[in-house]
């Protein structure tokens, strides 16, 4: 190819994350950081062992010219014979070579027991990944465990021939009545759904690495601005549509009618759709949406928006400022549910659901297998008075002093949120923050510096941006003026704060202390707290 030219070809993942494992596949130094969530890697894996096409690749061909380049996260430096600069498929890429190639602090494993037991769909993949931390993966999982639970490890399928060397070591470690049907469910999973993520390639659009800067940021800028794809919600405007009744214009009328669903919702009138199938089939994915009858759909649809609306003003009423605040916007879905089935009022006076949302955002209960949580939350909400024992939740105190917002970003959004729920005071003023959403600015009470103390999601505060100038330019002197009004409105331990931060480990058990006495508060339903993930 020459080095102007704009080539299409079909690249294989396996290639792909060669050389982004040799470094010889590398970023634009502009290139924003990878930020996907664990639900939309496992998604993204799910799409791929369904053999789904997950859209194309930009690349560039050889070292740029004009810009710097960086390595992926958890990646190598950049090696000296650049292959490829990856201009958009970078969330995608980093992703699977995560998952593959066993970078990242999480395995990713699939239960291929029950996936044989399963339909087969992308939808039954995705519930049957699981994520376990690498070092709890190494420690308690041996050959023998992944034998008797019938686990695979997807970083085993770098290659073939390393499943298939990875397969005879479980086999080995198989009691001997049992090796045959393990070596049977092993090699039927990797035909039907494994193998695909060793033959799977991407279509892949090429271009020459002396292309003029402009082609190439006009390129760049319209891949990603402009590129929008078909999604549910669309395909349903046109299943549905009749000449009477356009479930588009329904939509936009709906938006116009209740400023609450325009600002919370958006564009995306999905969630009132999955309210109606949840309502009426107990289930919210894709499959079961695209089966809904129009009737059915025509027929709900007014409650359903209704209740949609309810939803919304409870999320309100339990602290969350803007949407944009949500640790999981499938929580909004179960609220409506049961608005429509109950009425509104079932929703708006309950301090028990106030309880069930933090319980579900603290315990990150929705962040895989979301599907059949909200289904199963949605049973359970379903009755004038649930029975909460069956809702199990539990919260592990060790895993919220170490979260981070880059590793664990729907807790970085619920702590943040609660402490914006119960008039926070201004670190400074000590006045409370009336509009967190709008004046609000989040800020770490430990420095910067080697490690990542900094961005624990515990350590946070909310400020003023007035404070927020001043912590910058006198960190040591914000601590010491800090009111003692303004720690107890947002859970930090009393006493001198400068003191405080200095025993990191320790202000951050004590604040784990002062969150569990405040989730606690707001009703008698049980929580499991306990200490459980290691790091």
């Not at 319209?222 to 549905?240: Q, S």
């Not at 025993?503 to 002062?514: G, I, W």
């Amino acid at each position: 190819m020459s080095a102007l030219a704009i080539d299409a070809k079909q690249i294989r993942l396996e290639d792909l994350l060669d050389s982004v494992e040799e470094g010889t596949a590398v970023l634009p130094a502009f290139q924003r950081d990878f930020d996907w969530s664990d639900s939309d890697v496992v998604s993204l894996l799910a799409t791929l062992l369904s053999d789904w096409p997950a859209g194309s690749i930009l690349l560039m061909s050889g070292a740029p010219k004009f810009f710097e380049v960086r390595e992926f996260d958890d990646g190598p430096d950049p090696a000296d014979d650049i292959r490829y600069v990856v201009l958009d498929g970078q969330q995608r890429l980093t992703a699977l070579f995560h998952a593959i190639r066993g970078r990242g602090d999480d395995a990713f494993i699939l239960r291929a027991g029950e996936l044989a037991e399963s339909d087969g769909s992308a939808e039954a993949v995705e519930e049957l990944i699981q994520l376990v931390p690498r070092g709890e993966w190494r420690r308690e999982y041996p050959f023998e465990r992944q034998s008797s639970e019938r686990l695979v490890p997807l970083h085993e399928l770098r290659t073939a021939s390393d499943f298939f060397a990875w397969r005879d070591r479980v086999i080995e470690a198989t009691p001997e009545r049992e090796r045959a049907e393990v070596g049977r469910l092993l090699a039927d999973v990797y035909r039907s759904h494994l193998g695909r993520l060793n033959t799977y390639a991407f279509p892949t659009v090429l271009l020459g690495n002396v292309l003029p800067p402009a082609a190439v940021a006009r390129i760049f800028e319209r891949i990603n601005l402009t590129g929008l794809r078909l999604n549910t919600f669309d395909l349903l405007v046109a299943r549905v549509y009749e000449p009477e009744w356009n479930l588009r214009d329904r939509w936009e009328t709906a938006r116009r009618e209740s400023a609450l669903i325009a600002h919370w919702l958006g564009d995306d009138g999905l969630p009132v759709v999955q309210t109606i199938s949840l309502n009426l089939e107990g289930d919210v994915r894709q499959p079961a949406l695209l089966s809904l009858k129009a009737r059915d759909i025509r027929g709900s649809w007014d409650a359903a928006v209704d209740a949609t609306e309810a939803a919304v003003l409870k999320l309100r009423a339990i602290g969350i400022p803007a949407p944009s605040w949500m640790p999981y916007r499938g929580l909004m879905l179960p609220l409506a549910d049961r608005a429509m089935r109950l009425g509104r009022s079932s929703v708006e006076d309950s301090t028990e659901l106030t309880t069930w949302f933090w319980a579900r955002s603290l315990g990150m209960d929705y962040g895989v297998g979301s599907s059949t949580r909200i289904a199963l939350d949605s049973r359970l909400l379903s009755e004038e008075t649930p029975d909460w024992s069956l809702a199990s939740f539990a919260i592990d105190r060790r895993l919220l002093q170490s979260a981070t917002r880059r590793q664990q970003s729907a807790l970085w959004s619920a702590f943040t949120s609660l402490l914006a729920s119960e008039e926070p005071r201004d670190s400074l003023s000590g006045e409370v923050i009336d509009n967190p959403a709008e004046d609000a600015v989040v800020v770490s009470l430990f420095p910067r510096g080697e490690g990542s103390l900094h961005l624990r999601v515990l350590g946070l505060v909310l400020v003023t941006r007035t404070s927020a100038r001043q912590i910058r330019r006198d960190r040591a002197g914000f601590l010491n003026e800090v009111r003692a009004d303004a720690l107890d409105s947002q859970l930090v331990p009393g006493g001198p704060l400068l003191e405080s931060v200095a025993d990191p480990e320790s202000f951050l058990r004590r604040r784990v202390e002062l969150l569990e006495q405040r989730v606690s508060s707001y009703s008698s339903v049980p929580i499991r707290w306990f200490d459980g993930r290691d790091e």
